[in-house]
């Protein structure tokens, strides 16, 4: 990656009722993000999501949480980095992973949507899959329905877990300011191998 990031995109459902969600947990790390600079999130029509700038050294990364539902996170995505002018390369999104077991943490860079609707309508709205993601693993339901299984709540025992894997990935995130994405893999990756 040759930018450092200028955007991070929590991708979520809007409203209390999908706050703790599993299909959430995006947008929970980047408000954990937020919550450790003491930043507030603010309506922004014209990005049709909540928004705060994170500052930085030298600028500042944008931090996105759009309000338009997972189906549609393409329009807030594609509104947001139009106006500020944003390169693909320079985005990360933040989502829940089923393919991956709960607490697990992976950085990937482009690729299809797996099957995620979040991602599926940001690459068609963009027109390109090369963008940076980090998956953060909710595992796959043996005996529900998948869309029950994203849309409820985690027990404790699975939310312990997932806070775990958002702090190892709060953790390189100065690697992944710095457009240092190797390593920030390497560490990330190593930290969480269940």
């Known amino acids: 990656m040759q930018n450092s990031l200028k955007l991070i995109v ?12 599993r299909h959430n947990i995006g947008a929970n790390f980047v408000r954990a993000l937020a919550k450790t ?12 999501g909540l928004h705060t700038r994170l500052p930085l050294d030298t600028e500042s990364c944008h931090l996105l949480l759009p309000t338009t539902y997972m189906n ?8 947001i980095m139009d106006f500020y ?11 829940d992973e089923l393919d991956l077991a709960i607490g697990t943490a992976r950085l990937k860079l482009g690729g299809g949507h797996g099957g ?25 339901p043996v005996h529900h329905d998948v869309s029950d ?7 404790a025992s699975e939310q312990t877990l997932l806070d775990i894997a958002i702090q190892h990935s709060l953790d390189i995130l100065p ?14 990756h190593s930290s969480l191998s269940i």
């Open 10 to 21: 929590g991708l979520c459902n809007p409203g209390a009722k999908y706050q703790n969600t």
């Open 37 to 48: 600079k003491g930043l507030d999130f603010m309506p922004e029509a014209k990005f049709k």
């Open 72 to 79: 549609n996170s393409g329009q807030a995505v594609r509104a």
């Open 85 to 95: 002018k944003i390169p693909i390369e320079s985005m990360l999104v933040v989502h």
């Open 116 to 140: 995620h609707n979040g991602l599926r309508d940001i690459i068609s709205q963009l027109g390109a899959p090369n963008f940076l993601r980090l998956r953060l693993g909710i595992g796959r």
């Open 149 to 155: 299984y994203v849309l409820s709540d985690p027990p």
């Open 175 to 188: 690697d992944l300011f710095a457009g240092k994405i190797d390593r920030a893999m390497k560490t990330l």
